[in-house]
């Protein structure tokens, strides 16, 4: 994998914890292919088995998915069941415990916890 990950034991809304990842020298963790979301979706459920947020986002232009780093989403994705589904009101991604670890669109002022990727 060849990354670092910092995984938050705090909860903040989308945006504050993307800033705090930046201020940290890093970005929202950007999950490109199975063995990472695999690693991170694990993770998760072995600690807080709660929800948290990666670096995917549609804030800027609705279903133009983008990733913190700046690269648009390839391929399918690691989506759970009719996700995603929020349209206008649901822009920030996260892993969701409630639908087996896959990826949700939620609205971004949730405050979840978070993975920075440095």
Not at 35 to 60: M, P
């Amino acid at each position: 994998m060849g990354k670092c990950y910092r995984f938050s034991v705090d909860r903040k809304p989308y945006n504050e914890s993307r800033a705090t990842c930046h201020e940290e020298g890093g970005r929202l963790a950007t999950v490109k292919n199975n063995e990472t979301h695999n690693f991170l979706a694990n993770h998760v459920r072995a600690t807080t088995k709660a929800h948290t947020w990666i670096g995917l986002s549609d804030q800027e232009t609705e279903g133009l998915w983008v990733w913190d780093d700046g690269t648009l989403r390839v391929g399918d994705g690691f989506w759970g069941t009719k996700e995603p589904n929020g349209g206008t009101r649901e822009n920030c991604v996260h892993i969701y415990p409630d639908k087996d670890y896959r990826w949700n669109d939620s609205t971004c002022p949730s405050s979840y916890y978070y993975i920075c990727e440095i």
